[in-house]
């Protein structure tokens, strides 16, 4: 896999058109906090992880909807391995004018860029969530 992120993202994009209830997923600490973020801003229902046949940690996220649309309506990646995109704190574009959120990792951890304007904090914009 050459994105893991990218791959993240289509499977959340995928499970939310096929109004699944969870999306699974292979695991890393990356995946888990992103998916953290989408959870304390109310994008998914919850987070989880466990196991597969082979023994492997696996990510479980589980989908939100209301009243029978999904929470998650676009879900984009910015910065990719072919092209990493880097903001300063002054610098990060709004999503919707502030109706969506973007996604950055910075040297503090992953954050949402309205987090990364207070604390002051730049770095890769990984993606967009609206």
């Not at 502030?98 to 040297?107: A, H, K, N, R």
Request: contains cysteine.
């Amino acid at each position: 896999m050459i994105d893991p992120v990218s791959d993240f993202l289509t499977r959340l994009r995928n499970a939310s058109k096929a109004r699944l209830d969870e999306a699974v997923m292979p695991h890393s600490r990356l995946k888990e906090s992103l998916a953290t973020i989408l959870k304390t801003e109310g994008y998914v229902a919850g987070v989880d992880s466990g196991k597969d046949e082979q023994g492997h940690k696996t990510l479980i996220v589980k989908m939100k909807y209301v009243d029978g649309a999904p929470a998650i309506t676009g879900i984009t990646r910015v910065s990719t391995p072919g092209r990493r995109l880097y903001f300063g704190y002054t610098e990060i574009p709004r999503v919707l004018n502030g109706l969506g959120i973007s996604v950055l990792s910075t040297s503090k951890g992953l954050m949402k860029d309205q987090d990364c304007r207070r604390q002051k904090a730049g770095g890769e914009l990984l993606c967009n969530v609206w």
